[in-house]
């Protein structure tokens, strides 16, 4: 350790330095990383290419934005047979990233779980056991619900709280997409 | 400080002071991330950049930083090291970003990050203070994949073997079995076990530290009462 004592200007002095050498350090770092995120994201294409990819609405040969945000329709050929959607929801942990896929009557055609932070083991079974999911095709909005409450969704043993809020999520998600076709 | 050889600190940091096992230090991440041998090897090499860059840049400051303000000093240093290895793997290792979640960024207040800067890497010469963040990383990673191996072994009854490894050009994590030379090895190794979920939990995380620490325990009080007896005391 220095034995000699600094002088407040001297401490002050170093200090910025010491910032200004990790602000230097870090902006490198930031620029790199950033490009490499852009990469991935024009990989990944935009939310009408995931929806696709992802095959919420099996049939869909391609999305359209369907004018707002959230929403995409989806495509047959050229026939409209439903609606595809990616959003944010609550999770039990924290947000909970969904991707929806619904009929022209707003029934459910499929679910995924894009990304999720839920307790390992227990609550990330919502995006691990792909039976929860498939539970929720053919499914229409009066019976989003976890059976515990009259729905026709079986939460996960042991993780109801993260089922309950991927089954409020969805029911969410479609209520936007109903909001913004109509 | 007496003067030792770099591979003696080396092993120091991994037995003499092993960061989990002997100084109980950074249970915080161990509890959380040790849920699978996959998520523990992250960690470990997110520990070990973040470890190894303050050890050297504090060692190299250390007649510059002023006594007054060294813990802010220390924080700066790891800040911007943790801070660039959570942009490296966000952009990089994006599965492992997600897994590792919060603990990554949490490596920033990680007791033993700071502790090995106040303790060894401001008082010594940069040589030591590598070899000192290389025994002590090797130790916490020691710590988290045993106890990431034991809980994903016990709480899910299988066993994922993942290395870093570049496959078709993508830097990730992939199956032991998929990179050439370990094809015999099984992905996952299946146990016939009940799988007891409790020990992908904290409280299973909990039990798992307090069963090593026994053996750990036990295994330095035998070597004890051996030397005690060769110094001739009646035990």
């Given at each position: 350790m220095a034995?000699?004592?600094?002088?407040?200007?001297?401490?002050?002095?170093?200090?910025?330095?010491?910032?200004?050498?990790?602000?230097?350090v870090l902006t490198a770092t930031y620029g790199v990383t950033q490009e490499q995120l852009a990469k991935l994201a024009e990989a990944a294409g935009g939310p009408d290419k995931q929806l696709l990819k992802m095959g919420v609405v099996p049939d869909a040969t391609k999305f359209k934005s369907a004018g707002g945000e959230l929403c995409y329709e989806?495509?047959?050929?050229?026939?409209?047979?439903?609606?595809?959607?990616?959003?944010?929801?609550?999770?039990m942990q924290d947000i909970i990233t969904l991707a929806v896929g619904v009929d022209t009557d707003f029934v459910v055609t499929g679910v995924v779980v894009v990304s999720q932070k839920e307790t390992p083991g227990i609550g990330d079974l919502i995006k691990k056991d792909e039976g929860f999911v498939a539970q929720f095709a053919g499914v229409g909005l009066d019976g989003l619900k976890l059976s515990d409450?009259?729905?026709?969704?079986?939460?996960?043993?042991?993780?109801?709280i993260s089922s309950g809020y991927v089954t409020a999520g969805v029911v969410e998600i479609i209520g936007k997409m109903q909001q913004e076709v109509s | 400080m007496a003067k030792k050889s770099f591979v003696g600190e080396i092993i120091r940091g991994i037995i003499k002071d092993n960061?989990?096992?002997?100084?109980?230090?950074?249970?915080?991440?161990?509890?959380?991330?040790?849920?699978?041998?996959?998520?523990?090897?992250?960690?470990?090499?997110?520990?070990?950049?973040v470890m190894l860059g303050s050890n050297i840049f504090v060692s190299l400051l250390r007649?510059?930083?002023?006594?007054?303000?060294?813990?802010?000093?220390?924080?700066?240093?790891i800040c911007t090291f943790v801070t660039m290895i959570d942009m490296i793997l966000e952009a990089f290792l994006p599965p492992m970003y997600e897994a590792l979640g919060i603990f990554v960024p949490l490596i920033v207040v990680n007791c033993i990050?700071?502790?090995?800067?106040?303790?060894?890497?401001?008082?010594?010469?940069?040589?030591?203070?590598?070899?000192?963040?290389?025994?002590?990383?090797?130790?916490?990673a020691a710590a988290l994949m045993l106890l990431g191996t034991i809980r994903e072994i016990l709480g899910t009854g299988a066993l994922k073997l993942m290395m870093l490894w570049s496959k078709d050009g993508e830097l990730g994590f992939y199956p032991l079995s998929d990179i050439p030379g370990f094809s015999f090895v099984p992905n996952p190794i299946e146990f016939?076990?009940?799988?007891?979920?409790?020990?992908?939990?904290?409280?299973?995380?909990f039990l798992t530290i307090a069963a090593?620490?026994?053996?750990?325990?036990?295994?330095?009080?035998?070597?004890r009462m051996k030397q005690l007896k060769k110094e001739g005391y009646e035990i």
């Open positions: 034995e000699t004592k600094d002088s407040t200007v001297m401490i002050l002095v170093k200090l910025t330095l010491i910032a200004a050498v990790a602000a230097v989806a495509y047959d050929g050229s026939d409209l047979i439903g609606y595809g959607a990616m959003a944010e929801v609550q999770g409450d009259g729905g026709e969704i079986d939460g996960i043993s042991g993780a109801t | 960061p989990v096992f002997v100084l109980v230090l950074g249970l915080c991440p161990v509890l959380a991330v040790s849920t699978s041998f996959a998520n523990a090897l992250g960690m470990a090499m997110a520990f070990t950049f007649k510059q930083i002023p006594p007054g303000v060294r813990i802010p000093i220390f924080i700066l240093i990050v700071i502790g090995r800067a106040e303790a060894f890497a401001n008082r010594n010469p940069v040589l030591p203070s590598i070899a000192d963040g290389i025994g002590i990383s090797i130790g916490f016939s076990i009940e799988p007891a979920t409790v020990m992908v939990t904290p409280p299973g995380a090593l620490m026994l053996l750990f325990k036990i295994m330095s009080d035998r070597k």
